[in-house]
DNA sequence: GCAATGGTTAGGCTTTGACCTAAGTATCGC
DNA sequence: GCGATACTTAGGTCAAAGCCTAACCATTGC
């Protein structure tokens, strides 16, 4: 409820998109320059660009120049961060959901009232 | 780079929201309705709403109407496979990394020349 | 029935995101 | 040096996202 990161933002953000999805994908294969990520995609450069700034503005990779060639690479940890974030949450809501179930299941023949919190049940 | 999975797009964009992201961890200590959800942010309800309908949309949680109060519930499914998509990504990544760091590692007096794929290394 | 409660719909505003074209700049290769 | 290569920068369009206010239902409680 309180704390907010900018850096989850971010990442989630950069991973909401197909095409730096599949840009993830291919650098998972090895490092690449601009041009070599960008020809599977029908799309101007400079819109491609904007997405790897996307990318590189989350942290999710890095990239160095040589020459005329820029070269980009990944780097796992933000990557990390947004999976712990998904992991712990899983963990909960599973926990939480089993705790339901079981409770549901309980009073299998009952009435089944309420759900926990405030809610209650009966779809209609 | 060829699939491309407008659910993992909603998932990602569904959570790249911090408001969106406190409603699912208050979701995971139990169900809620709107205004409950609603009360611990500063924004007018209408706007609140259409976050909820974003997260409703990407399926992280669903919605039922009893009277006139409607029900939050968490919905862990397409968390798993947002989930699993970045598993799956991180592990590959790591490896990845790994085995370059490995083979640096062995040239390491050496001049350290080409990356992998296509890219060459050193700062600059 | 009628006011209060709990959500919903409609419409408007502003910012951000995803594209594009056109015009640079900085190597590289001969 | 000079053309080709590999990005970069500038600026413009259009749609989607995030917020808001102002009505508008539908229950509930007295």
Redesign the interface.
Known sequence: ??N??PQ??RV??A????TR??V??????????VS?LAA?FDMALPSFLQHLKVLETSGLVRS?K?GR?R????S?EP??A??G???R??E???R??DRLDRYLEELKPAERPK??????R???
């Open positions: 409820m309180t907010h990161s989850l933002d989630f953000h991973l909401a998109d197909p999805r599949a993830l994908e291919r650098l998972s294969v090895g490092t690449a320059a070599e599977p160095w040589e060639v070269t980009y690479q990944l796992p990557l990390r947004a999976e974030w998904m992991a949450q899983r909960l809501w599973e939480r959901l759900a926990t919190t405030s809610g209650a009966r779809k209609k």
